[in-house]
């Protein structure tokens, strides 16, 4: 089974499992770099701090977690990833929902100048 992973303008993503209706990504988060702040139709997340300081923003809410803290992410929430710090970033994402393809990404602000994916309708 190949996994999927690929570099980013903010760091990269290694899936490390997929399933029926779930997915398992480490994420590295570049020093000083943010992902998109988007949403997602047809999944939740569930991000835990491996290594570094994540600043999270979900639906407007600032959470500040380290190594060992989560933080949930409901299907349908404004959600951003922000390293702020001199340090790489890594978390484990658990993804899960009735799919979890790349393209299940409506990006509502990106400092990379990127185009939302379209979304699908099931």
Not at 76 to 92: D, F, K, P, Q
Request: charged share 25%; proline share 4%; with cysteine.
């Amino acid at each position: 089974m190949s996994l999927d992973s690929e570099e980013r303008p903010w760091g990269s993503w290694h899936v490390i499992d997929d399933g029926q209706g779930y997915k398992v990504k480490r994420i590295h988060v570049n020093p000083g770099q943010r992902l998109s702040y988007q949403t997602h139709a047809h999944r939740s997340e569930h991000w835990v701090v491996i290594f570094g300081m994540a600043t999270c923003v979900i639906d407007g809410e600032t959470i500040v977690a380290g190594p060992g803290h989560s933080v949930d992410v409901p299907t349908g929430a404004a959600h951003r990833i922000t390293n702020m710090h001199s340090e790489e970033l890594v978390i484990i994402e658990v993804q899960h929902g009735n799919y979890t393809g790349e393209d299940d990404i409506c990006r509502l602000e990106d400092d990379y100048g990127r185009h939302d994916a379209e979304t699908l309708t099931p």
